[in-house]
């Protein structure tokens, strides 16, 4: 039976559990806990946003209401100047959405699974010199059914053909016929094929047929950056929350923004602080607590949470609070098509918004080219995709000319039409491991104060030359592909500035306390009814975007979460 109640000394706690953020690593925590019976709390710090919310329009995306405002909450980002020393300034872009159901609102819904080697990356390559790569605490196999439970719960829609690196799966494929796919795929199909590259079919966490009251894909376009209007894309709010928001064992706080976990003198965490919409500091007590609010956040809120036991941090006796953050490193690429030199079959094709790219690479998922290193290496994921549609920033960009100065009038306008009608962009992102290293982890600005007068983030961001050699080498093959599909333009670069999302770490996962904050079933090593759920757990990103990574954990976790309350 659940727990409906636990002793915190003579006080009973008002919940069993208390989550605190509502994304990929949060959802799947709330949907085991609720629908076993278990009394759980959520708060979030934005509001509750739906399909109603989620119009087809640029200015009401993420960017605008649904992110933290800069003059309230923000973060210190400091950054390698070129020169040897280091850059400072203030950003508000690593908000990937101040929502219910958080970034997973606006992905692009890649759900790629990682790799059996992601998991022995140290085992399998070796060290890199200036790098703290690390093996994980888990195996493939162990995360494997809740891939597999992930991919049938939320939706998921692709085609797992077999290649030289796919991953052991225990269904032969994934629950959902894919998204309909756009006309210039099989262009790409030929081109890489001549190359002798093995195109694949892209996995989204979209629905393509009606589930649990959410509809199918509308193929509008408006997809990454945007909240999905039909319900279709397996944010956590729409695939998971909406399903257990009304039942009685479900308290979601929305506009509640947590800010310390208490502990006691036997360093077990006992409540936790938040501030309401109206500004008044409270306080939940539960029997469980789980830390969910994006890497950089959830490492701040245990650097705040000091108590008797933990003088410099809920978690951090050994100063690994924040260490090992990673973003997600690669480039990104273009190619060109000036459709005016082109057939009218081939420029209508081109010219198609709705229907999907679901197309990529994955023949360098381990490098063994002795140009790059006398050994394999750990290569990449090139994802190929159209962007959605974003005029109104487009033009923005068009109104410059190469020497700096304002374009207007006559020549803007032919300028702007030839944008829209004469040409494509269509673009390749490339992912590859951003290797952990001391330059780069989450501690506190204490000259830097958010609204609440709570100390902000700060990220100190130093990239490891080896993402760049992999990530160089990736873009590379991108532009190869682009100029064998005829590209009349191909070019592409590498990221060595962090992204706005898709940041992971700076709660590792781990067996030495003295190097990680997390055991393997992610509680905090010295606090052990406190679990950290979202992608800080991770100690790398593997090639490929982790959020479906996330989502998996999320769920061994939560089997984790429920043995330890009946036992």
């Not at 806990?33 to 959520?42: D, E, I, Q, S, T």
């Not at 908000?95 to 609102?105: F, L, P, Y």
């Not at 509008?220 to 950056?225: D, E, I, N």
Request: charged share 25%; hydrophobic share 35%.
């Amino acid at each position: 039976m659940p727990v409906r109640e636990k002793l915190l000394g003579t006080v009973k706690a008002d919940y069993d559990v208390c989550i605190i953020g509502s994304g990929a690593g949060a959802g799947p925590v709330a949907f085991e806990l609720v629908n076993a019976g278990f009394n759980v709390v959520m708060l979030e710090k934005g509001k509750w946003y739906d399909e109603r919310h989620f119009k087809k329009d640029e200015q009401l995306a993420r960017h605008r209401i649904f992110k933290s405002q800069f003059d309230k909450e923000r973060h210190v980002l400091e950054e390698p100047d070129g020169d040897g020393g280091w850059s400072r300034d203030t950003t508000g872009q690593f908000w990937g959405g101040n929502v219910v159901g958080g970034a997973s609102n606006f992905m692009s819904a890649y759900f790629h699974r990682l790799k059996p080697t992601d998991f022995r990356l140290l085992s399998t390559y070796g060290a890199i010199e200036g790098a703290t790569v690390a093996d994980w605490p888990i195996s493939y196999q162990q995360l494997e059914p809740y891939y597999d439970k992930v991919e049938k719960i939320i939706g998921v829609s692709g085609n797992a053909l077999k290649h030289q690196f796919l991953e052991p799966r225990s269904s032969e494929n994934y629950p959902m016929r894919p998204t309909a796919e756009h006309p210039i795929v099989k262009l790409f199909d030929r081109a890489c094929k001549t190359l002798k590259f093995t195109p694949l079919p892209m996995a989204r966490g979209i629905l393509t047929k009606p589930m649990n009251g959410r509809n199918s894909c509308e193929y509008s376009g408006y997809c990454g950056s945007y909240g999905c209007h039909s319900g279709a894309k397996a944010s956590s709010r729409a695939a998971l929350l909406d399903s257990i928001k009304d039942k009685s064992n479900f308290t979601l706080l929305t506009q509640s923004k947590a800010y310390r976990l208490n502990s006691d003198k036997t360093g077990q965490a006992t409540s936790v602080d938040y501030f309401d919409a109206k500004g008044r500091s409270k306080s939940i007590t539960a029997s469980r607590f789980v830390v969910a609010c994006y890497s950089i956040e959830s490492a701040r809120l245990l650097l705040t949470s000091v108590g008797e036991k933990h003088p410099k941090g809920l978690g951090n006796n050994h100063s690994q609070v924040g260490k090992n953050l990673h973003c997600c490193a690669g480039g990104t690429g273009h190619g060109i098509f000036n459709l005016t030199e082109r057939d009218d079959k081939f420029a209508k094709a081109m010219k198609i918004r709705g229907p999907f790219f679901n197309r990529f690479l994955q023949d360098w998922y381990q490098i063994d080219d002795k140009a790059v290193s006398a050994k394999p290496i750990k290569g990449g994921t090139l994802d190929f995709v159209f962007d959605p549609p974003s005029p109104t920033s487009d033009i923005s960009g068009l109104k410059w000319q190469s020497n700096g100065e304002l374009l207007w009038g006559s020549p803007l306008k032919q300028k702007i039409k030839a944008h829209f009608t004469q040409s494509k962009d269509f673009k390749f992102e490339v992912f590859c491991d951003w290797l952990t290293h001391d330059e780069c982890y989450v501690s506190l600005a204490m000259d830097e104060k958010d609204a609440w007068g709570i100390p902000v983030a700060k990220v100190t961001a130093g990239f490891h030359p080896h993402d760049v050699k992999v990530a160089q080498y990736l873009v590379d093959k991108g532009v190869e592909v682009m100029k064998a599909m005829g590209a009349d333009e191909a070019y592409g670069n590498v990221w060595t500035s962090p992204t706005s999302n898709l940041m992971a770490g700076g709660c590792r996962f781990g067996n030495d306390p003295k190097t990680s904050v997390l055991n393997a079933n992610c509680q905090v090593h010295d606090c052990d009814n406190v679990y950290v759920t979202d992608g800080s757990f991770m100690p790398n990103g593997g090639s490929v975007t982790p959020t479906l990574t996330i989502y998996a954990n999320a769920f061994r976790v939560a089997d984790k979460i429920k043995a330890s309350l009946v036992s």
